[in-house]
């Protein structure tokens, strides 16, 4: 080892951007052999002794007074060089310090809490000998029928196989002493995730020839050890878990290893079941719920390459995989991918970026790939596009049926339900079936629609819906136009233009007044505030205790339970006047999705969708099943209004709790970024200050600059001297600021 061994080069673990550079250290001789690059170790710093990450070694400055390395805070080095180098790529990219994407990456690491155990019953017995025992249990039916769930389903509790069964669980108790049934000891937090859905007890397929194509494909890039990235665009049902299965075992084969990331909301039973199925111990999971000692437990089996199949979260891109070979996102255009607080990176992005420093493949999979992703494999994009273009099962799509509610105004039904999907809830109880009512997403912004006509007033410049405010005004949260609202619609004349907007609670208050009788469950953020609330409710809803459930995106799970063939979309324009340039797409992505897994058991399905714009073309062409349809329609608008793929956007958010302050510092900043900007030919926009479309959060005041430019960098470039500039101004200037770049939504 060279001399430089002596000085280790240290990021110290404090967010200030003044101080986001490397600093050396003298190791000591007792420390020698341990402090390695991606070691923690304890450091002085100005009077105090603050954590830091070794990323290299070298010499200091001359005539710098060099000091010691105090300790070392791990055995082993927490980070491996490729996240080393995603850190630094972060720091760039996103605009924070590096000791920020440190934490960030390692954060699985901290924490270590103590976790619960449960007990999983399972036949203990092959599957072969089945008949065999139930035939012996001719006499004990209940027995029997506690078997027949637990082979169902080998993932239940005592307490729910009994429930499932319905008996005590004193006949469970009888099975397990028999010997009919095994316990598995598992820890609480994943079974959490776990208990959300029967278990389809589908084994290893052969692959279809379009699926065998697109593994092969994959396969290749991998073995050849270059990166390569991939559109899997596949529709509902045509099977790419398969496909990243086959590609998996390909990268293990390579000796290799490969991360398998999914939205929050479907990180299913299934999912971890297929996994555990197929690689058996080979899975480590990890993501954001399981508690600190398990998820260090897990986190520990990747580094060491006991664990080379890791599936999980948005977080579990940054697994510490000591050979990459394989990154998949499933739903590749889920906004979930994109993390939401101060250090807002993008899985997407990551996995990319990792991709490219270990020579891996990434594998984006989806049936409606998000807009970039699709332009981008597009004719001589970066990403290969891999169609799946036929359903494993032939099963037709649910039928869509567009109800116009405008007609309903106008044959005097101004309720939330028109007159079609009252009758066919009605229907469905009839008939023993269930429903589910669908309410896009929890409004936080309030559109003005014309109920005659549909007419929604959007701003000119930006083509973003207006959002109405209490105090009667209308505004843009782009660029801050700002208008009163009309006495008549603009496109018809008609009076009845009024501001819009439906809570979960109040379709519930509705339908419990129409369908008097049925029983009703609600599902949102607020009714599962607590801790697994969320799949009690889910469960409760798939034993068939209750006929009807109303929810936002959370119950996308609840779309695959057999007995519910009619889904109702309560109403799709609260997406599709978000005021996001991204509306369209999201409405479009969402329709697809409910109609793709609804009405996937015995029963056909069937969508409904209430919207004042049944002509728009987001809900047309969700209604048809035409996705290819929607891109081309939508790529045209993007490239016109100058909008992502064809541009990049950041968002400057600043808070305070004094609106005063923070106009004053938001227009600062503006005034800053334009005399950076006059005088270059480089298309930099800068929109607004205006309020953000969530413009005060507890007391807090939230203010927005968007800005937009035909490359990321210079974009980033500009905001990083912005920031530069501001740290000097302070402490007169006040309020927070987040940097968000290429944002996903912007509330
Ligand atoms: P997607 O994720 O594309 O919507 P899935 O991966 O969930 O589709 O597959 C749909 C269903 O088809 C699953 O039940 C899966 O087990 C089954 N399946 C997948 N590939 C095959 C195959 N080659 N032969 C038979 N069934 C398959
Ligand atoms: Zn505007
Ligand atoms: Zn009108």
């Known amino acids: 080892m060279s001399d430089t061994g002596q000085f280790a080069e240290i990021i110290v673990d404090i967010s200030a951007r003044g101080v986001d550079r490397v600093f050396h250290y003298a190791v000591p001789a007792e420390l020698k052999d341990k402090v390695k690059p991606g070691s923690r170790v304890l450091v002085p710093f100005g009077g105090r002794r603050l954590a830091g990450y070794v990323v290299g070694f070298g010499y200091p400055e001359r005539d710098v007074k060099v000091r010691e390395i105090a300790g070392i805070l791990d055995e082993e080095p927490v980070l491996t060089e490729d996240l080393l180098e995603i850190a630094r790529w972060m720091a760039d990219s996103y605009l924070c310090s590096t000791a920020e994407a440190f934490s960030r990456i390692i954060a699985p690491r901290l924490g270590v809490k103590a976790i619960r155990e449960v007990k999983l019953l399972r036949p203990a017995f092959p599957a072969d000998k089945t008949d065999e025992v139930l035939s012996g249990l001719k006499h004990a039916p209940k027995q029997a029928s506690v078997l027949r769930e637990a082979l169902l389903n080998p993932r239940l509790t005592r307490k729910e ?47 279809n020839p379009d699926q065998e194509k697109a593994v092969e494909e994959i396969s290749k890039a991998l073995t050849g050890g270059k990166f390569g990235a991939f559109l899997l665009y596949g529709v509902t049902g045509s099977g790419k878990t398969e496909v990243y299965l086959g590609a998996i075992a390909s990268a293990l084969a390579a000796g290799r290893q490969a991360v398998t990331m999914v939205p929050e909301i479907s990180l299913t039973p299934q999912m971890i079941g297929l996994f555990r199925e197929r690689f058996g111990s080979l899975v480590a999971v990890l993501h954001s719920g399981l508690a600190g000692r398990e998820r260090y437990d897990e986190w520990r089996r990747v580094k060491e390459g006991k664990a080379p199949v890791v599936l999980g979260t948005r977080s579990a891109v940054f697994a510490p995989l000591p050979r990459p070979g394989l990154f998949i996102l499933d ?40 807009l970039e992703s699709w332009y981008r494999s597009g004719r001589g994009g970066p990403y290969r596009l891999i169609k799946l273009p036929h359903r494993i099962d032939k099963k037709p799509l649910p039928h869509v049926t567009v109800v116009d509610l405008r007609q309903e105004i106008k044959d005097g039904n101004r309720g939330i339900f028109s007159r079609p999907l009252v009758a066919a809830v009605f229907d469905r109880l009839r008939k023993g079936e269930q429903t589910i009512l669908f309410l896009n997403r929890r409004g936080y912004a309030t559109f003005v629609v014309c109920r005659e006509c549909g007419h929604v007033l959007k701003c000119g410049r930006c083509d973003i819906s207006l959002t109405y405010h209490l105090d009667g005004v209308l505004r843009c949260h782009y660029c801050n136009y700002n208008t009163g609202l009309p006495a008549v619609c603009p496109g018809c004349g008609s009076g009845y233009i009024r501001h819009f907007g439906a809570g979960t609670q109040k379709v519930e208050d509705e339908a419990a007044k129409i369908f008097t009788g049925a029983r009703i469950l609600r599902m949102d953020s607020d009714s599962t505030a607590q801790r697994g609330s969320h799949e009690k409710i889910l469960g409760a809803f798939r034993q068939g205790q209750a006929d009807i459930l109303i929810g936002t995106q959370m119950i996308a799970k609840g779309l695959d339970l057999p007995k519910v063939t009619l889904v109702g979309v309560v109403n799709a324009d609260t997406t599709l006047f978000m005021p996001d ?42 209604a048809r099943h035409d996705v290819e349809g929607f891109y081309r329609d939508e790529l045209p608008l993007r490239k016109s209004l100058g909008y992502p793929p064809f541009s990049y956007l950041a968002r400057i958010l600043f ?38 479309p969530l413009s005060r959060i507890k007391g807090r005041f939230r203010w927005q600059l968007v800005i937009k430019g035909p490359r990321r960098a210079e974009l980033k470039d500009i905001i990083r001297e912005c920031l530069d500039d501001l740290e000097n101004l302070r402490p007169s200037f006040k309020p927070a600021i987040n940097i968000d770049i290429n944002p996903q939504g912007m509330q």
Do not use: M, W
Request: a negative charge.
């Open 161 to 207: 196989l009994a429930a499932a069964a319905q008996t005590s669980p004193a006949t469970v108790d009888t099975l397990v002493k028999a010997g009919l049934l095994e316990a598995e000891k598992v820890a609480s937090s994943y079974y959490k995730d776990e208990i959300t859905a029967g278990f389809t007890g589908d084994c290893l397929t052969r692959l």
């Open 331 to 370: 739903e590749e255009h889920e906004p979930s991918y994109k993390q939401d607080d101060h250090l807002r990176y993008h899985a997407r992005e990551i996995a990319i970026k990792r991709a490219q420093l270990s020579g891996a493949a990434v594998v984006l999979g989806s049936a409606t790939p998000s």
């Open 581 to 622: 340039f991204r509306a369209a797409e999201r409405t479009f992505q969402l329709l697809t999705q409910v109609a793709g897994r609804s009405g996937r058991g015995k029963l056909p399905g069937e969508v409904l969708v209430q919207t004042y714009c049944p002509d728009h073309y987001s809900i047309a062409a969700a």
């Open 655 to 692: 808070t305070h709790g004094d609106e005063g302050e923070i106009s004053k510092g938001a227009l600062l900043v503006k005034e800053i970024l334009d005399k950076k900007l006059s005088g270059h030919d480089n298309f930099i926009e800068v929109l607004g200050p205006a309020p953000a």
